[in-house]
Nanobody, 120 residues
């Protein structure tokens, strides 16, 4: 069993930065690939970024490529999302999720989400 808790959300002006953290309980964290997803009001949830079990492979949505960086520290059971050059359209609830490496889009565990609001 893995429990995920996000933190670091908040209100920021356009062009600013935020770093989200997702801390996991349980010894099996390091065996999971970790994704960040987001859901804006009235929109479907969308993929933001992914990182494999050892941090060697990362993937990004086109909308955040070059602005966001996903990383992980398995010793701290934590995955991060560094968000730079934020835009109002990045406003959403951001959630982290754990999945088996080969099961893209199929998640075993979810965090509760953290709100990110970008003002123009």
């Amino acid at each position: 069993q893995v429990q995920l808790v996000e933190s670091g959300g908040g209100l920021v002006q356009a062009g600013g930065s935020l770093t989200l953290s997702c801390t996991a309980s349980g010894r099996t964290f390091r065996t999971y690939a970790m994704d960040w997803l987001r859901q804006a009001p009235g929109k479907e949830r969308e993929f933001v970024a992914a990182i494999n079990w050892n941090g060697g492979v990362t993937t990004y949505a086109d909308s955040v490529k070059g602005r966001f960086t996903i990383s992980r520290n398995n010793a701290k059971n934590t995955v991060y999302l560094q968000m730079n050059l934020l835009k109002p359209e990045d406003t959403a609830v951001y959630s982290c999720a754990a999945r088996v490496e080969t099961r893209r889009g199929s998640y075993d565990y979810w965090g509760q989400g953290t709100q990110v609001t970008v003002s123009s």
